[in-house]
């Protein structure tokens, strides 16, 4: 996990709620590329989205504690997407809605609560009296009456959306859980000769679900949980695509196991922060 802000004590790691006092007399720009993504080999996923990211990318599940999130694998190892070019060009079918609102973050303030956050050391957020008179796509964050600038405000109702959205699909989690229909998902990545083992990832039990009937049905299907095991199986097709993006990727294989439910102190298993 990333350390708090020095600049601030109402911060989640190095995001910065947006305010007219802190954010006045700076600017931000939204990116050329997605460069900024490389990092990203996991992202968490809302409920409304899950029909199209079934389509372009695979997705599972990840332990975090005591309870499981749903998210779409970009990666296969911590601080690696496989699906942006070095160019910057996404190369997936879908890309999540957590995107959207970039350089702005939603952090999570409590179970069902977010905060609209920006992270003012990104490339994306300068000083106003820093950047150039004749520099393009520089954008304020408050007009002068202290109200957020109407691309700010369509870019938060979006992730406001969002926000709305991974809760759903926290609660339709919840239900699969309770329900014993996730469970540990068998990946090998790399080549035959230095075969690499994903661990903490999970799926659909397809067995299991094929066993339930009648009212348990009906109760997955009323808060979307049976919805989103089916995409979530569906999207599972993805994953030897992924696997052969990471074997051209990978000359050499750092490790014999990849583990998901370590937590890296570089941040990026920190889904609290996005």
């Avoid at 097709?237 to 051209?248: D, G, I």
């Amino acid at each position: 996990m990333r350390p708090p802000h020095s600049g601030s004590g109402n911060t989640v790691g190095q995001l910065i709620p947006i305010s007219p006092q802190s954010h006045r007399e700076l600017r931000w720009r939204r990116p050329s590329n997605f460069r900024f993504a490389t990092g990203d080999h996991l992202m968490p996923l809302g409920l409304r989205e899950v029909g199209k990211a079934a389509m372009g990318m695979p997705m599972g599940f990840i332990k975090l504690e005591e309870k499981f999130l749903l998210v779409a694998i970009l990666g296969l190892r911590n601080g690696e997407s496989l699906v942006v070019q070095e160019s910057g060009k996404w190369l997936a079918a879908h890309l999540p809605d957590a995107y959207q609102g970039f350089p702005f973050k939603m952090a999570r303030i409590d179970a069902g609560r977010y905060q609209v956050c920006t992270d003012e050391d990104s490339e994306f957020v300068g000083k106003a009296a820093d950047i150039s008179p004749d520099a393009k796509g520089w954008r304020v964050f408050f007009d002068e009456e202290d109200q957020l600038a109407p691309a700010v405000g369509e870019l938060v109702n979006k992730m406001q959306q969002h926000a709305s959205d991974l809760v759903l699909a926290e609660r339709a989690m919840e239900k699969l859980a309770g329900m014993e229909l996730i469970r540990e998902w068998e990946i090998t990545a790399g080549d035959e000769e230095k075969p690499v083992q994903v661990k903490g990832l999970h799926n659909i039990d397809q067995e299991r679900l094929a066993g339930l009937e009648g009212e348990a049905m009906v109760a997955l299907r009323d808060c979307g949980a049976l919805y989103l095991a089916y995409a979530q199986i569906l999207s599972g097709h993805h994953m030897p695509s992924l696997l052969r993006l990471a074997q051209l990727r990978w000359k050499e294989p750092e490790t014999e196991e990849l583990d998901f439910d370590q937590v890296s102190d570089s941040g990026s298993i920190s889904f609290d922060n996005l």
